[in-house]
């Protein structure tokens, strides 16, 4: 059965974007030890013009071939006029109120947990859940992994890593791997 990961970057206070859904605040290129780190073992989590620009859009997918994200997270990139962000990847945006303006995306209206749990039964590489506190908030007990590139930043506010109902959700660390620009890539698993 395929897993659902969450990878996603947070800073040392929980944060995923600023309040405003923006993510400057985490230093990002293509010089940087992270870069290479997803270079080589996350690709197809860099979006597609940027693989294009840096002229590695030819590289393999290794761990996903399927991308679900929420409507904030799929906007920030249609602001910039990418109606397709993970081109090399199928794509899922789960939202009740946007329409795709691009073949290459399926917008998911209802039932998101339902949705993941069909896709988790097919044939394939792992699923992507790229962003979207909301998302990953009403996603987490459906969630196999968690991979957090954990930034040396804080941010004060903003969207936190997951919108969920308080309480208690152990997890079991499975590596952690730090890097010398400061991010530390940490993998859970859920615990139980």
Same mark, same amino acid.
């Given at each position: 059965?395929?897993?659902?990961?969450?990878?996603?970057?947070?800073?040392?206070?929980?944060?995923?974007?600023?309040?405003?859904?923006?993510?400057?605040?985490?230093?990002?290129?293509?010089?940087?030890?992270?870069?290479?780190?997803?270079?080589?073992?996350?690709?197809?989590?860099?979006?597609?013009?940027?693989?294009?620009?840096?002229?590695?859009?030819?590289?393999?997918?290794?761990?996903?071939?399927?991308?679900?994200?929420?409507?904030?997270?799929?906007?920030?990139?249609?602001?910039? #006029? &990418?109606?397709?962000?993970? $081109?090399?990847?199928?794509?899922?945006?789960?939202?009740?109120?946007? /329409? *795709? =303006?691009?073949? +290459?995306?399926?917008?998911?209206?209802?039932?998101?947990?339902?949705?993941?749990?069909?896709?988790?039964?097919?044939?394939?590489?792992?699923?992507?859940?790229?962003?979207?506190?909301?998302?990953?908030?009403?996603?987490?007990?459906?969630?196999?992994?968690?991979?957090?590139?954990?930034?040396?930043?804080?941010?004060?506010? #903003? &969207?936190?890593?997951?919108? $969920?109902?308080?309480?208690?959700?152990?997890?079991?660390?499975?590596? /952690? *791997? =730090?890097?010398? +620009?400061?991010?530390?890539?940490?993998?859970?698993?859920?615990?139980?």
């Amino acid at each position: 059965m395929r897993k659902l990961v969450y990878l996603v970057a947070s800073t040392l206070d929980g944060f995923i974007a600023d309040p405003d859904g923006s993510f400057g605040f985490f230093p990002f290129s293509p010089d940087s030890e992270l870069f290479g780190f997803l270079r080589t073992g996350y690709p197809e989590t860099l979006p597609t013009p940027l693989r294009q620009a840096l002229g590695f859009d030819d590289v393999p997918n290794r761990v996903f071939d399927t991308v679900v994200m929420g409507r904030s997270t799929y906007e920030r990139g249609l602001a910039e #006029g &990418i109606t397709s962000p993970y $081109r090399h990847l199928r794509q899922y945006v789960v939202s009740r109120s946007l /329409a *795709t =303006p691009d073949p +290459d995306v399926e917008m998911i209206a209802s039932d998101p947990i339902g949705f993941v749990r069909t896709l988790k039964a097919q044939d394939g590489r792992d699923i992507w859940l790229c962003g979207g506190g909301t998302l990953a908030g009403s996603l987490w007990a459906e969630i196999d992994e968690l991979v957090v590139k954990l930034n040396p930043v804080t941010a004060g506010a #903003g &969207i936190p890593l997951a919108r $969920r109902p308080s309480g208690p959700s152990p997890l079991v660390l499975t590596s /952690a *791997t =730090p890097l010398t +620009d400061g991010v530390v890539v940490l993998r859970y698993t859920p615990a139980g």
